[in-house]
Structure formats: structure tokens, C-alpha cells
């Protein structure tokens, strides 16, 4: 079993900037991927960013050059950073992991509200 934890939420104005943090713990042994989701009320779960076990990344086209995803493979911690926030980014993010087993795991979730 694998637990994550996000953390780093919170109420930002736009074009502000905010450091989400997922940790990861359990059985690690297998990992293809972690990557961040998020939610808008009323909307589909959509992939915001992906980081692979050996490094690659992939954004979606609305946060690129905005957002930079990176990993702490010692820490077990996977980082989002997000700069010129605006406020279609607000929604709830989630940690996601992927194992080479097709397992998946996901965190509770994590709101981020952009607003002035």
C-alpha cells in the first residue's frame, strides 16, 4: 500500500505563486510515475503534470511555463510549483501515483483558490 499526503494549499491572489508537496509513503518499490490532478466544481479530474521515474516530464497545455513539477526521490516527495496564478486554476489538486503494476493511489486532495 502507498499513502499520499499533499500539502501547500491555500488562497492566493492572481498572479501570485504557490508550492504544493505530496509525500509519499509505504511500499515505494515500484514507481512509474507521480503526477498532479486537479478538479473544479462541476468539472472532470484533469492531469496538470507528470514527472516519470527517470525524469520526464509532461504539463498540460494551460500551465505551461507557469508550472514546474519536480520530485525529492529521497524525501519521497513530489513538488508543484505554480507561479502567475490565475484564477481558472482554482480547484482542488490531487497526488497521484502510478506503479508499474498498473496500481494507482491517489492523495485527499489539496484546494487551491486563486482570487482577488
Known amino acids: 500500500q502507498v499513502q499520499l499526503v499533499e500539502s501547500g494549499g491555500g488562497l492566493v491572489q492572481p498572479g501570485g505563486s504557490l508550492r504544493l508537496s505530496c509525500a509519499a509513503s509505504?511500499?515505494?518499490?515500484?514507481?512509474?510515475?507521480m503526477g498532479w490532478y486537479r478538479q473544479a466544481p462541476g468539472l472532470r479530474r484533469e492531469l496538470v503534470a507528470e514527472i516519470t521515474n527517470s525524469g520526464n516530464t509532461n504539463y498540460a497545455d494551460s500551465v505551461k511555463g507557469r508550472f514546474t513539477i519536480s520530485r525529492d526521490n529521497a524525501k519521497n516527495t513530489m513538488y508543484l510549483q505554480m507561479n502567475s496564478l490565475k484564477p481558472e486554476d482554482t480547484a482542488v489538486y490531487f497526488c497521484?501515483?502510478?506503479?508499474?503494476?498498473?496500481?494507482?493511489?491517489w492523495g485527499q486532495g489539496t484546494q487551491v483558490t486563486v482570487s482577488s
Open positions: 509505504g511500499s515505494l518499490f515500484s514507481i512509474y510515475a
Open positions: 497521484n501515483l502510478r506503479g508499474w503494476d498498473q496500481s494507482v493511489y
